[in-house]
């Protein structure tokens, strides 16, 4: 449904606001307060209303409610004096009083700020073994194009839910929401690599631009951001392709690294005990190249996942080593949204002052705001912070730029968050679902066990110990849980686990 008042459209089923051609930003909770007033716009519309039909009956402070009215106003040009479209009447509530035009879907106005998937790159060259180094040239071109602010740029894991299908780009583009395709192939023989690559209009299928690229290994980089420049020139031409250029610095030069960080890559976030494994590939990389930012961040990354999934041999001596590769990351690469966020994730756990660190992953979102684990790792930091309802914010963000990623991380912080505000039966089946989704991870057995015991569902929660500990033996992390701030927090976690354990603990 578009609703137009003034200027302003405003599209419940894509959730956007926009004023004229721009669509303006508005943080998930101020959009839903603002629909919700658009769609009552017949009546005022109390403080109980509001808490019920935006934040689902959850108890919300009345500093919090006017900071989202606020938001509201500030994204219409409104303020609390004027009050031209919300206007607050005392001691009653809240109403819009702009005059709305309801639109049919069909003239929704197609994005005026260019959004594009990246599509996996076929292998042509006949060596499965290649895959990585196909797929990593994709990464690459994907985190060129994101770092530019105009350029909505879906995640690699949502577009790379294509791999290996023949696909309709009118399809990917309606399921996807998104205008423009990128599709293309990477040969590579010997010490030569072509790429072949073409931009395709995914409103109506037309091929708007295509190209190859030919060129040495040792001139790989030089290729990449030849592909991203030529596709950020046929979607915005007024654009200087030089701020391409400039955005796309390499972390290393070392093609030998490189091809030990693709390699630590494609397996890092496919399955927990493949860790130890992509922490030796990313440790060859550093040693040939200590400044390395990617492969330092992504080691410092491993270190923690091994200390929190309770799979590490050593955890103080990983505890020390994840947070020295998170420190020397930010050093050699400090400017890099994904070195900002992952950096901040790994020091929020072992132990860094968290507001820093929240601070630090702002950031990375500031650079590169359509950095899809960015909004995962600051929904995450905010819940080891005890902000849970912002966590399910930034959560939810995540998976609106991810649509068709794996969901178990996202998911499981929004079930975590539920958990902590003791919403346990809204919690569990978020908490079953990240489980569905990443059997390996164990955080989301925890958090499910404990909903289980505090519901006194007692079968159900020894039933999840027991899966539990067939993934590690580290069924109550004692020393792991100062990562949580909140004390209440801590004892809810703890006395969940040992409640669902009984007497084996």
């Known amino acids: 449904m578009i609703l137009a008042f003034g200027n302003h459209r405003l599209d419940i089923e894509r959730r956007e606001l926009r004023r004229g051609a721009d669509i303006i930003d508005l943080e998930p909770k101020a959009f839903d307060l603002l629909a919700f007033l658009v769609l009552h716009r017949d009546r005022v519309v ?9 934040w689902g009956g959850r108890i919300v402070s009345e500093s919090a409610l006017t900071t989202r009215i606020n938001a509201v106003r500030r994204a219409l040009g409104d303020d609390g004096v004027a009050q031209r479209l919300v206007r607050t009447l005392t001691r009653k509530g809240v109403r819009f009083i702009g ?63 294509y791999k290996g299908q023949t696909v309709d780009v009118k399809q990917v583009g309606r399921e996807l929401s998104i205008r423009y395709v990128l ?43 030849r592909v991203a420049i030529s596709v950020a020139g046929v979607i915005e031409p007024t654009l200087q392709a030089a701020e391409t250029a400039r955005s796309a610095n390499r972390s290393t030069n070392d093609l030998t690294a490189y091809d030990l960080y693709l390699r630590a890559y494609s397996i890092v976030l496919s399955a927990a005990p493949l860790i130890p494994e992509a922490l030796r590939l990313l440790e060859q990389a550093i040693e040939r190249d200590p400044h390395y930012g990617l492969a ?29 590769f998170a420190r020397r990351a930010l050093q050699a690469a400090g400017d890099d949204p994904v070195v900002l966020a992952n950096a901040a994730l790994a020091l929020t756990w072992f132990g860094e002052d968290i507001s820093a660190m929240m601070s630090l992953a702002d950031r990375a979102l ?38 068709r990623a794996r969901i178990g991380w996202a998911v499981g912080v929004i079930g975590a968050a539920h958990f902590f505000s003791r919403r346990f039966d809204q919690a569990v089946p978020m908490l079953r679902l990240a489980i569905q989704n990443n059997q390996t991870f164990p955080s989301s057995y925890r958090y499910l066990a404990g909903c289980y015991a505090h519901m006194g569902r007692m079968d159900e929660a020894r039933e999840v110990i027991r899966r539990l500990r067939c993934i590690t033996s580290l069924t109550i992390p004692r020393p792991s849980t100062t990562y949580m701030r909140n004390p209440e927090h801590r004892e809810l976690f703890l006395s969940g686990l040992r409640l669902a354990a009984g007497e084996e603990t």
């Open 46 to 54: 109390s403080k109980d209303d509001l808490l019920q039909g935006v």
């Open 99 to 161: 005059e709305v035009t309801e639109l049919p879907d069909q003239v929704a106005p197609t994005p005026d700020k260019p959004s594009i998937a990246v599509l996996p790159f076929e292998n042509m060259s006949g060596d499965p073994e290649q895959e990585y180094f196909v797929d990593g040239m994709v990464e690459e071109i994907i985190t060129a194009l994101s770092r530019i602010r105009w350029l909505f740029v879906i995640a690699r894991n949502s577009s790379f839910a």
């Open 183 to 225: 599709e293309g192939s990477v040969r590579k023989a010997g010490g030569r690599v072509r790429i072949t690559a073409q931009l395709i209009d995914a409103l109506n299928g037309a091929h708007l631009w295509a190209d190859r690229f030919d060129g040495s290994l040792e001139d790989v980089f030089e290729l990449q951001d």
């Open 296 to 324: 330092l961040v992504w080691a410092a990354v491993c270190c923690q996942r091994l200390c929190m999934d309770g799979r590490s041999e050593d955890p103080e001596a990983d505890r020390h080593k994840g947070a020295d």
């Open 366 to 403: 500031a650079l590169n705001p359509s950095f899809a684990r960015g909004w995962y790792i600051t929904g995450l930091i905010r819940l080891f912070a005890g902000e849970p309802d912002t966590a399910i914010e930034h959560a939810e963000v995540s998976l609106r730029l991810s649509p």
